[in-house]
């Protein structure tokens, strides 16, 4: 059975500064990682995946991920937020796409 | 091209109610999710059409909800006997030929409340 964990399902950053959104996934086979944003009254949307090769990974947005296999981790950062990253954000692995419970992500002007 | 299109947006039923809830997936997608999105829960896995396949519904909560695809293509959720539990926004999404490595494309969903 596969698991995505992520802590915080809150998280408030200034504009500017740094964004941390954390994943930890358990599973029993070679796992294949996504992102995927939600923007109010909007859709979910792919932001970035990994499947193989390198393990850091680059999405739309500036956004950015790191597979880490031995950590079980696949923490998603951005270096510098804007306002209109404000949206939910949730990590899922693969098999029926299996997602975690959301990070609501604000943005402090 | 158009998008994976869901309706109603906006379902408001009284309990004990049946309600059909609709997706068209892409054109030429195979592969069709439904998933329920609630306060705080993330998102519930419920079934899963990939072609002619037998569908995954190891995700339906309970004997109340049923899906079908017709024709491969469009899919219709229903629930029946409708609880204030069901309260949700579900989500369709489909993918091109439903490998794990493959994104999803979701539609805006189906608000539901039930009152």
């Known amino acids: 059975a596969q698991s995505v964990t992520q802590l915080g399902s809150h998280v408030s950053v200034s504009e500017g500064a740094l964004v941390l959104l954390r994943c930890n996934y358990s599973s029993s086979v070679p796992p294949y990682l996504f992102w995927y944003v939600q923007y109010p009254n909007q859709g979910l949307q792919l932001l970035l995946k990994?499947?193989?090769?390198?393990?850091l990974v680059k999405g739309i947005n500036g956004f950015e991920a790191e597979f880490k296999k031995s950590e079980t981790s696949f923490h998603l950062t951005k270096p510098s937020a804007h306002m209109s990253d404000a949206a939910e954000y949730f990590c899922?692995?693969?098999?029926?796409?299996?997602f975690g419970t959301g990070t609501r992500l604000t943005i402090i002007p | 091209g158009a998008g994976v299109s869901q309706s109603p947006s906006n379902k408001v039923t009284e309990k004990g109610k049946d309600v059909e809830l609709r997706c068209d997936p892409i054109s030429g997608h195979t592969a069709l999710y439904w998933y329920r999105q609630s306060l705080g829960q993330g998102l519930e896995f419920l079934i899963y059409f990939q072609g002619n396949s037998a569908p995954d519904k190891s995700g339906l909560p309970s004997d109340r909800f049923s899906a079908e695809r017709t024709g491969g293509s469009v899919s219709t959720l229903t629930i029946q006997r409708t609880q204030q539990e069901d309260s949700a926004v579900y989500l369709c999404a489909s993918s091109p030929s439903g490998q794990t490595n493959e994104k999803l494309f979701f539609g805006s969903g189906t608000q539901l409340s039930v009152l």
């Open positions: 990994y499947t193989t090769g390198a393990t």
């Open positions: 899922a692995v693969n098999e029926k796409l299996t």
